[in-house]
């Protein structure tokens, strides 16, 4: 919970040009550090972030939380946060105008401590989480008024082109929303693993987000 507060007073103080939009924590990531992709040294080094983190009451046995003495890697977060750090150098930089967040504040796991994402679990078990999502969503995106929503793979951006939809019907302005997707940086994803980062920078580069 502090680190996440921490997060969100540091970073999205202000309004923002894009939007970054993830899926759910990853056990080794947010989970650990309450950060979006939270790689533990980028979180501690690169965004200066770095405050205990407490135990939940119900404890996953196989996946404990150790906070920022965890010592496994979240990929998906270092591929993301890699990438902005070498792109915008320092973290100021980039949280100027581009902030990264969840969809789902919630992690899920098996009893073998497999990370269960929200597209895999039923629809009756996910609508009221979904709703409550949806409207977290809609409001953060009224708040930071961002030009490009971007979902960091296809779940993502479908929710945020339910948001749009929302916010439309509900919103007496019009705002014009520029949704896409860039390519999810999981290492289950083989075309993932074949270059990540000189990928994205294309799709981000014909979406209009980042410039030749």
Not at 33 to 57: C, N, Q, R, Y
Not at 129 to 139: D, G, M, N, R, S
Not at 195 to 210: C, H, R, S, T
Request: some cysteine; charged content about 20%; glycine content about 8%.
């Amino acid at each position: 919970q502090e680190p996440h507060e921490l997060y969100l007073e540091k970073y999205a103080n202000s309004t923002k040009r894009v939007l970054f939009l993830g899926m759910n924590p990853g056990p080794f990531g947010m989970a650990q550090t309450g950060v979006p992709f939270g790689e533990v040294s980028l979180v501690k080094d690169w965004m200066g972030i770095h405050t205990p983190v407490s135990k939940p009451a119900k404890e996953h046995p196989k996946r404990p939380i150790t906070g920022f003495s965890c010592e496994k890697s979240e990929v998906s977060g270092f591929r993301l946060w890699g990438y902005f750090k070498e792109k915008f150098e320092t973290a100021d930089n980039f949280f100027q105008n581009h902030f990264v967040l969840n969809y789902c504040p919630l992690i899920w796991m098996s009893e073998t401590g497999a990370n269960l994402t929200p597209d895999k679990l039923g629809k009756e078990v996910m609508k009221p989480v979904e709703a409550a999502c949806l409207q977290h969503l809609v409001e953060v995106i009224k708040i930071l008024q961002p030009e490009h929503l971007i979902g960091v793979g296809a779940f993502a951006e479908k929710r945020l082109a339910q948001a749009i939809k929302h916010l439309k019907k509900t919103e007496q302005h019009q705002v014009e929303y520029q949704v896409g997707k860039i390519l999810h940086p999981s290492p289950a994803s083989p075309i993932a693993n074949r270059g990540w980062a000189p990928q994205v920078e294309k799709q981000l580069i014909d979406l209009g987000v980042f410039e030749q």
